[in-house]
């Protein structure tokens, strides 16, 4: 059974950074898109970025040059560092994972809030 689990979120101040992680387990799937979406208070989910097994990344454009996805194959993680960090980017993150051909499965969520 497929399982993320997800760690990094937290407080931090305007300007800071944090890096979130999402880890796989229990995948043989070898074709995937995996990605981070973010859903704040009163708004719906949206895509913060996305990484495919090819390492072709894309990103909501509120985020280029401030966020970069990575993963690492070996691990089964992905990773999102997340810089310059605003209020606005408050919201609670998802890891996503969409092996091709298969159902999507979803992280637990982790909370991101950034305030002074």
């Known amino acids: 059974q497929v399982q993320l689990v997800e760690s990094g979120g937290g407080l931090v101040q305007p300007g800071g950074s944090l890096r979130l992680s999402c880890a796989v387990s229990?995948?043989?799937?070898?074709?995937?898109?995996m990605g981070w979406y973010r859903q704040a208070p009163g708004k719906e989910r949206e895509l913060v970025a996305r990484?495919?097994?090819?390492?072709?990344?894309n990103y909501a454009d509120l985020v280029k040059g401030r966020f970069t996805i990575s993963r690492d194959s070996a691990k089964k993680t992905v990773y999102l560092q997340m810089n310059s960090l605003k209020p606005e980017d408050t919201a609670v993150y998802y890891c996503?994972?969409?092996?091709?051909?298969?159902?999507?499965?979803w992280g637990q969520g982790t909370q991101v809030t950034v305030s002074s």
């Open positions: 996503n994972f969409s092996p091709i051909g298969s159902r999507d499965y």
């Open positions: 990484i495919t097994s090819g390492s072709s990344t």
């Open positions: 229990g995948s043989i799937f070898s074709f995937y898109v």
